[in-house]
């Protein structure tokens, strides 16, 4: 593809709106395909770790009540 300048890329013809906006939505949809997993990965993480710390927490509790 040649055009003779920014402003003519962008128009393509009367076709800029359409390439540029499927263009748009598809980098949009990979980026939520990356970041999506990361997010979910990163608030699971989260809540095993506090998981845990109630859990040691309790478990500390009942061996002193034990005792």
Same mark, same amino acid.
């Given at each position: 593809?040649?055009?003779?300048?920014?402003?003519?890329?962008?128009?393509m013809? =009367?076709? &800029?709106?359409?390439?540029? +906006?499927?263009? &748009? %939505?598809?980098?949009?949809? %990979?980026?939520?395909?990356?970041?999506?997993? %990361?997010?979910?990965?990163?608030?699971l993480?989260?809540?095993?770790? =506090?998981?845990h710390?109630?859990?040691?927490? +309790?478990?500390s509790? +009942? +061996?002193?009540e034990?005792?």
């Amino acid at each position: 593809m040649y055009f003779d300048s920014v402003a003519a890329a962008l128009v393509m013809d =009367g076709h &800029g709106p359409y390439v540029w +906006s499927a263009y &748009g %939505i598809t980098l949009t949809v %990979i980026a939520l395909l990356v970041l999506l997993p %990361i997010v979910s990965k990163r608030r699971l993480l989260r809540e095993l770790r =506090g998981e845990h710390r109630r859990n040691r927490q +309790s478990e500390s509790r +009942s +061996s002193v009540e034990l005792s």
